[in-house]
C-alpha cells in the first residue's frame, strides 16, 4: 500500500525550517547578509548629541576668546598707548612752534616809559597761530589713532579712554612747549633789547583754548570708525550654540 504524499512546505517557511535553531530569520534580508544580523547603516544610529555635540557648537566662540586678552592686558596696552601718544605731544609743539605765524611788535618810548603796540593792527597772524594748532591737533589725532587701531586691532574702552586722555595732555605738553620755546613772554624786556622802533616777534599764546580738544576729537572718531569697519565682530548668541534649540527629529516621541 502506497503512503500518501505530503506536499512541499512553501519557500519562505522551507527556508525558515532550514536555519538553525536559536536565530530567527529575518523575512527581507539582501544577498551576503547573515540570518538574524540585520542591517546596520547611518539612518538608524542616533543623531550625535552631548559633549561632542556642544563642543562643535562652542568651536566659533572658543575661537573668538583665544584672540581677545585679558583685562589686565587690556590695562597694560592702554596704559603703553597713553605714554606713547602724550609723549608725541612734544613733537606737536616742535612743529607748531615752527609753522605758526609771528605776530610782529614794536616798541616805542613815551616819556619815561616804554610802550609796546603792533606793527599791522589788521594782521590776521594771532589767528593763524590758533589755526596752526588746530589743523596739527587733528592731523596727530588722525595718525594716532591709526597707529594704536594698527597695534591692537581691536577697540575698547580702555583703549579709548587712553587715546583720548593721550591726545589732551599731548595737546597740553604742545601748548606749555611752544609758549616756553617761543619769543620772550616779556614783551617790555624785549622792547628795551632790540631797541626803539624794531620789529619783535611776540610771545607764541594760544588764545583760543578750545584748539586743545582737537586731537583727542579727532583721535576718538577715526579709532571709532576704524574699529567699525575693520575690526572683527563679536559671534551671535546662535553661533555659540545658545539658547536656540536644535532641529526636532521625533526620535524622543512618547
Request: hydrophobic fraction near 45%; charged fraction near 15%.
Amino acid at each position: 500500500m502506497t503512503a500518501p504524499l505530503t506536499p512541499s512546505p512553501p519557500p519562505d517557511r522551507r527556508s525558515s525550517q532550514s536555519s538553525p535553531p536559536g536565530e530567527a530569520a529575518s523575512p527581507q534580508q539582501g544577498p551576503g547578509q547573515r540570518p538574524g544580523r540585520p542591517a546596520q547603516d547611518g539612518a538608524g544610529q542616533p543623531p550625535a548629541t552631548g559633549s561632542g555635540a556642544a563642543q562643535g557648537a562652542h568651536a566659533p566662540a572658543a575661537a573668538h576668546a583665544a584672540g581677545d586678552p585679558g583685562p589686565v592686558a587690556e590695562v597694560r596696552q592702554a596704559v603703553v598707548a597713553l605714554v606713547a601718544v602724550t609723549v608725541a605731544g612734544v613733537l606737536l609743539g616742535l612743529l607748531w612752534l615752527w609753522l605758526a605765524p609771528r605776530v610782529p611788535l614794536v616798541g616805542d618810548v613815551s616819556g619815561d616809559s616804554w610802550i609796546v603796540y603792533l606793527k599791522d593792527s589788521e594782521g590776521e597772524q594771532a589767528v593763524g597761530v590758533d589755526g596752526t594748532f588746530t589743523l596739527l591737533g587733528l592731523a596727530f589725532g588722525v595718525v594716532s589713532a591709526v597707529a594704536v587701531f594698527l597695534a591692537r586691532r581691536r577697540g575698547g574702552v580702555p583703549l579709548v579712554v587712553a587715546l583720548c586722555l593721550g591726545g589732551l595732555l599731548g595737546s597740553l605738553l604742545a601748548w606749555r612747549l611752544g609758549v616756553w620755546l617761543g619769543p620772550q613772554q616779556d614783551v617790555i624786556a624785549h622792547a628795551k633789547a632790540v631797541g626803539k622802533g624794531v620789529t619783535f616777534s611776540a610771545p607764541l599764546k594760544l588764545g583760543a583754548k578750545g584748539a586743545l580738544l582737537a586731537w583727542p576729537l579727532a583721535a576718538l572718531v577715526v579709532h571709532l570708525a576704524l574699529t567699525a569697519l575693520f575690526a572683527p565682530r563679536e559671534p551671535e548668541p546662535h553661533e555659540q550654540g545658545g539658547p536656540y534649540p536644535g532641529p526636532y527629529d521625533g526620535s524622543h516621541a512618547a
